[in-house]
């Protein structure tokens, strides 16, 4: 398996929207986002994962519920996790009222963390495990049992948090079949693109939209501009050169689309709060085996 792209996709199976995965004892995961929520259980003793520039050192029995669309990546020192993925299409229904889709918002409308104390208590692991156990026995009807238990799962998850005090979007935190096409085409472009100098006339045109119409929808969207994405793609692919390469910095640096280290050095402080040379000499000690 390569190193991912930023943009995630092909990964659930077609017609099924939930995914399980059981990572191993020294698991990395390059920075990606997809639309499914990820839910993170800690099996192993600790874990690693960065969602955007935050950094979760989690313990075993953790939970880390991930918002669709956010950034993330599974770092060195990460342990044994459980992961399960599910679209939100499959929450709502004529058969929800108002009061149930605002819920629903205020449990998905962020990442956050669930402490193992409160995981326990609640016995989350059970529902994780009922979902699990039936997709490794695949017994006749188990689809059926698996979005059953999703749904036990999350109707225990509303019950477990505490209500949020944070001031709600109107929107669902994912997008529509056609936004996220739209978005998918132009992050596509960019990951494939990136160490070239990108100009916006050139997105623009690949995905025939007018400029400004790009910048309005893709901020709108995913909450940061075009450029923004762009260098911050940059930046999380450069920080794998500097794991699991042994070039140099400045080969690095042109080879992920900066025209200068100076330019490199500013924007890689600005998402890590380090120099790149401090970076790889901080992690690297960190690392033994390369699984992304």
């Known amino acids: ?28 995961f390059a920075a990606h986002w997809h639309e499914e929520v990820e839910l993170v259980v800690v099996s192993g003793k600790c874990a690693r994962i960065g969602v955007y520039n935050h950094i979760y050192e989690l313990e075993q029995g953790d939970v880390l519920l991930i918002k669709p669309g956010d950034v993330h990546c599974f770092l060195p020192g990460t342990d044994h996790l459980t992961i399960i993925q599910f679209r939100l299409e499959l929450l709502t229904g004529n058969f929800t009222t108002e009061d149930e889709t605002q819920d629903m918002k205020k449990l998905f409308h962020k990442t956050s963390v669930i402490p193992s104390i409160i995981s326990s208590e609640k016995n989350l692991r059970r529902y994780v495990d009922a979902i699990t156990e039936e997709e490794k026995n695949q017994q006749v009807g188990y689809r059926w ?68 119409y790009v910048c309005k929808m893709f901020k709108e969207i995913k909450g940061v501009t075009l450029m923004e994405y762009l260098n911050h793609f940059r930046i999380i692919k450069s920080e794998w050169a500097l794991l699991f390469s042994k070039d140099s910095i400045l080969d690095i640096a042109i080879g992920h689309g900066f025209n200068n280290m100076n330019s490199y050095n500013r924007l890689f402080k600005k998402y890590n709060d380090c120099t790149p040379s401090e970076f790889r000499k901080k992690h690297r000690t960190n690392i033994t085996k390369y699984e992304g």
Not at 2 to 25: C, D, K, S
Not at 182 to 205: D, N
């Open 1 to 28: 398996m390569g190193v991912p792209t930023f943009l995630e996709t092909g990964h659930m199976t077609a017609g099924f929207p939930i995914r399980v995965v059981h990572t191993g004892a020294q698991f990395n």
């Open 145 to 212: 049992l698996m979005i059953a238990r999703l749904y036990d799962l999350i109707v225990h998850l509303l019950r477990t948090k505490a209500p949020s005090t944070d001031e709600l979007i109107q929107e669902w935190p994912y997008t529509s079949s056609k936004k996220f096409e739209f978005i998918e085409a132009i992050c596509e472009y960019l990951e494939e693109h990136y160490a070239e100098p990108i100009k916006l006339g050139q997105v623009a045109e690949h995905i025939k939209f007018s400029k400004f």
